[in-house]
């Protein structure tokens, strides 16, 4: 079993759509937790970090529940630019060692 | 803008050939993280530096991946013998200590695509 999972999806919306990928870890000692983005060839780039109180950016939003070691990415409004990879990632304890999920593809249509 | 830059962007090799991928870290970052990416594994951790001391290699295949940093400027990853099993984009990324639990960052290079016949 991986330690961070995700649905690979694709996840095909129409925009204007509100779209929620979830994912979970297995590690309860995870300390830190973020959604990275990846464009098609391109580099994984940070989304946004995600914080126990859940924290908004725009038109996203993340939640994380401890308790059921999952974690929420919410994209509202979507935009044809948002078409993506969105990648779930948790740091354990100690020196900024990321785990990344396999990723949730998203593509948006006109 | 600083940006992690990585040579060559693409590398199409022969089985049994030595690669050798180079990564230059963004300035003033101290931690260098090598990553490789396959449509099956995803995005996996090979090796990663602070200071330009090796903290943890366990992801790497050990007899035929090296990984060094041999100043704070430049990091390399060879791979010697090459396998087909080996193609895959290969990520470099650095960053530097978080301030706080939360707030650490990667930036990622744009990365080597690997091609082994």
């Known amino acids: 079993r991986k330690e961070v999972e995700q649905d690979p999806g694709p996840f095909n919306v129409p925009e204007g759509a509100t779209v929620a990928f979830n994912c979970t870890y297995s590690?309860?000692?995870?300390?830190?937790f973020f959604w990275y983005r990846q464009d098609c060839r391109k580099e994984p780039k940070l989304l946004m970090s995600v914080y126990s109180s859940g924290n908004e950016d725009g038109r996203f939003t993340a939640q994380l529940n401890r308790a059921s070691q999952y974690i929420s990415l919410l994209i509202r409004d979507s935009k044809l630019s948002d078409s993506a990879t969105y990648l779930c990632?948790?740091?354990?304890?100690?020196?900024?060692?990321?785990?990344f999920g396999t990723g949730t593809r998203l593509l948006v249509s006109p | 803008d600083a940006r992690v830059t990585q040579t060559p962007r693409h590398k199409v090799t022969e089985m049994g050939q030595e690669v050798t991928m180079r990564c230059q870290p963004i300035l003033g970052h101290n931690t260098v993280f090598w990553y490789r990416q396959t449509m099956m594994q995803g995005l996996e951790l090979l090796a990663y530096f602070r200071n330009r001391a090796p903290l943890d290699d366990s992801g790497m295949p050990k007899d035929r991946f090296s990984a060094e940093m041999p100043d704070a400027t430049l990091a390399t990853l060879k791979i010697q013998p090459s396998e087909p099993r080996d193609s895959a984009v290969y990520f470099c990324?650095?960053?530097?200590?978080?301030?706080?639990?939360?707030?650490?960052?990667?930036?990622f290079g744009p990365g080597t695509r690997l091609t082994v016949l």
């Open positions: 990632v948790v740091m354990n304890t100690g020196f900024q060692k990321l785990v």
């Open positions: 590690n309860s000692a995870s300390q830190s």
């Open positions: 990324a650095s960053g530097s200590p978080p301030a706080s639990v939360g707030t650490d960052t990667q930036y």
